[in-house]
């Protein structure tokens, strides 16, 4: 289990975030749900190790991150999936699950990649594509494989449906719920928060850099209220 | 063929000692370092090996040694000091560097010889010598570019945030460039050096920055197979235009800005590149043929 209490974290005299608690629970999706610039990303990234709190406590299973710099965070068992998918598009679909085999033991790297072909059977059939041939949703798939291939206990999401057409947004949150049906957690920042709260397990909505609710996805979805007040009156209606 | 060699040993040896200095310059490019501290470390490799052999009477190969070492251990505290620029602040950081290099050499008194230098560092060095040296880093250089460790090194670069996230240690990864450039370049400063004799701060400067930079831009910045390329053009150029006479300078000039506007991958990149068409296009011939047969 993941767990976020009192999160500070400052950009020099800008204080991003103060003040974010939440908890993720393995084979749970956690959605994080906020207005632009309340501190969603700032949070995640913090915890992943890319930005060192002012204060506050982060542990995964009992055992404290901070100051965890990002690339030993990854050997805990948690793995950030970046923005924006960053695939290398000259390099082939198996190239580039192979780029995130970097911590796993050597021997287990050709039944890994089969996993994620298993989980991912669109990336088994195209292995040996140019991986900018893929389309969007394809693409955070492969993004997703590599992340896979650090085998996780907790991955963490920022906006994976960012940028895809409707139909793929369906497909790709469709294999996040899958991957937390397989045990593990996952938390989730994601602009389309009617997509979001479709999948999700439980809710957290940061407003301000600071966390303002918790509870279960059932009940945000059921209180439109809430989500109303947090996000503005624009957010449910686009969707 | 023997005559020929005779008569160009000589800029056979430059063409491999700038061969490794281009390198110097190359691998931290790799890690996405802008940095120029191994032509400082040229000069920190020359001064040591000439030192060694002049003031202490030391032997080629321990002399080398020595300056090369001096040279990676100089490198690598200053990639402690500036690990924290990037872009251009490293690139100025770095070229500061060796203008102190050069200023130090100046001052040194007796132990740099001052402006005049130091002469008499005569070193026993044979080509062969100086073949399987750079042979020897170029096989090092080779596996740094093959599959698994190349992928990672392409991703420290190309997206440092990403490696991070994939686990990769890339203030690691960057500050072991800097030693590896210390090291390369420490070795062309003081093999360059035993073999004229003598070094003196002028030739320290800011015309190696240049030097390197522009054989690795013209070759291919990606390998050290662009940095061969590189360094046998720019060593050769001058004797091929030597008909020019005095429009030498400005027929290289036109050459080498030619090269940085066209040739922007550089000359491996180019030919990779035509390569790689060629296949694809046969790679569709063949799959029209056969669409064809079936139909």
Redesign the interface.
């Known amino acids: 289990m993941l767990e976020v209490t009192d999160l500070h974290v400052n950009y020099g005299p800008v204080r991003a975030v103060h003040g974010v608690s939440f908890a993720a629970q393995p084979g749970r999706i956690t959605l994080v749900l906020g207005a632009n610039g309340a501190g969603k990303t700032t949070s995640l990234r913090a915890v992943?190790g890319?930005h060192r709190p002012a204060s506050g406590t982060v542990t995964l299973d009992g055992q404290s991150l901070v100051g965890t710099?990002?690339?030993?965070v990854?050997?805990k068992g948690m793995?950030?999936?970046?923005e924006g998918r960053?695939i290398?598009f000259p390099?082939t679909v198996e190239?580039n699950l192979?780029?995130?085999a970097?911590?796993a033991p050597r021997g287990g790297i050709e039944k890994s990649i089969e996993e994620v072909y298993a989980q991912f059977p669109i990336l088994g059939e195209r292995r040996s594509s140019q991986a900018g041939l893929l389309s969007g949703g394809e693409q955070q798939m492969l993004a997703f494989g590599?992340?896979l291939m650090?085998k996780p206990r907790m991955m963490l999401m920022d906006e994976p449906s960012m940028g895809l057409a409707p139909t793929m947004v369906e497909q790709v949150l469709s294999s996040v719920r899958r991957m937390a049906d397989d045990g593990i957690g996952i938390l989730m920042v994601e602009q389309n928060a009617d997509a979001g709260l479709r999948i999700a397990d439980d809710v957290v909505v940061v407003n301000r850099g600071e966390t303002v609710w918790t509870g279960p996805a059932s009940e945000a979805r059921g209180n439109k209220a809430i989500v109303h007040a947090m996000l503005g009156e624009a957010a449910l209606d686009d969707a | 063929m023997s005559d020929w060699y005779y008569m160009n040993v000589v800029l056979i040896q430059t063409t491999l000692t700038t061969l490794l200095l281009a390198l110097s310059i190359q691998v931290p490019l790799r890690f996405g370092v802008f940095s120029f501290a191994g032509v400082g470390a040229f000069g920190v490799g020359g001064y040591g090996a000439a030192m060694a052999m002049v003031h202490l009477e030391w032997s080629t190969w321990p002399a080398v040694l020595a300056g090369t070492l001096a040279a990676g251990a100089a490198v690598f505290v200053l990639g402690l000091v500036v690990q924290q620029l990037s872009g251009l602040y490293m690139g100025m950081a770095t070229i500061a560097f060796t203008l102190i290099v050069s200023v130090v050499a100046v001052n040194g008194g007796d132990a740099t010889g001052g402006a005049g230098g130091l002469y008499g560092a005569l070193g026993e060095i044979t080509m062969t010598h100086i073949v399987l040296v750079v042979l020897a880093v170029v096989a090092l250089l080779q596996w740094t570019e093959m599959k698994g460790l190349g992928r990672r090194i392409d991703t420290v670069r190309e997206d440092p945030e990403l490696a991070n996230a994939l686990g990769i240690n890339i203030a690691g990864y960057r500050q072991m460039s800097f030693l590896v450039s210390g090291l390369i370049g420490g070795l062309a400063g003081a093999l360059t050096t035993l073999l004229r004799s003598t070094i003196t701060p002028a030739e320290v400067n800011f015309h190696l920055v240049i030097v390197a930079l522009t054989a690795i831009v013209v070759g291919g910045s990606r390998s050290w197979i662009g940095a061969l390329i590189g360094a046998v053009i720019f060593v050769w150029l001058p004797t091929v235009l030597s008909f020019v006479e005095e429009w030498e300078k400005v027929a290289y000039g036109f050459i080498v800005a030619a090269a940085a506007i066209y040739l922007p991958t550089g000359v491996l990149g180019v030919a990779k590149d035509s390569w790689h068409r060629f296949r694809t296009r046969e790679e569709r011939a063949r799959v029209a043929a056969a669409l064809q047969e079936t139909s």
């Open positions: 992943a890319f710099p990002a690339h030993k990854v050997r793995t950030l999936v970046p960053k290398f390099l190239e192979r780029i995130g970097y911590v590599r992340a650090s």
